[in-house]
């Protein structure tokens, strides 16, 4: 889930790369939502990501406690 690994990033230090498709089209959601700030592959090629900050949006989601399932 995209907001899972916007908690893994927000203990790491950044810039971060990624090259795996999964990890690649979380940070598209993740941008999309403009919860980080990243450089990506054009849509529908392979490549890498590379995640440059976490938007201050970013950093109030990440700090969120989780809702739990019902």
């Known amino acids: 889930m995209p907001q899972d690994f916007l908690r893994q990033l927000a203990h790491e230090s950044l810039p971060q790369t990624f090259r795996d498709v999964a ?9 999309a939502a403009e919860l980080v700030e990243a ?25 969120t406690p989780r809702r739990p399932a019902n």
Do not use: Y
Request: hydrophobic share 40%; glycine share 8%.
């Open 23 to 31: 990890s690649v089209d979380k940070i598209r959601v993740l941008v």
């Open 39 to 63: 450089s990506l592959p054009a849509p529908g090629e392979e490549g890498e990501a590379v995640v440059k900050k976490i938007t201050p949006l970013g950093r109030a989601t990440a700090t």
